[in-house]
C-alpha cells in the first residue's frame, strides 16, 4: 500500500473518532439534561405524556424504515 493512501486511511480514521467523540459529548450532554428534568420541564410536559411522544415516534421511525406508509 502507497504511503499516500495510508496517510489517507490514517486521516479518515481520526476524522471518525473526532466525530464519535463529539457525538459522545452530545449524548453526554442530552442524558445530563434528561435525568436532571431540565429537558422535561422546557417542554411542560408531564413523564408519561413525554413517554408517550417518544413512543410514537420511535414507532413512526420504524414504520417509516420499513417503507410503510405512516
Known amino acids: ?12 480514521v481520526q476524522e471518525q473518532e473526532a466525530a464519535r467523540q ?5 449524548r453526554n450532554r442530552t442524558d445530563s439534561a434528561l435525568q ?3 429537558l422535561l420541564e ?3 410536559l408531564t413523564a408519561g405524556d413525554a413517554f ?13 424504515g420499513q417503507g410503510a406508509p405512516g
Open 1 to 12: 500500500m502507497s504511503k499516500h493512501l495510508m496517510k489517507t486511511l490514517e486521516e479518515a
Open 42 to 44: 422546557s417542554t411542560g
Open 22 to 26: 463529539k457525538g459522545a459529548v452530545r
Open 52 to 64: 408517550s411522544e417518544l413512543g410514537d415516534l420511535l414507532l413512526d421511525g420504524l414504520s417509516a
Open 36 to 38: 436532571s428534568g431540565a
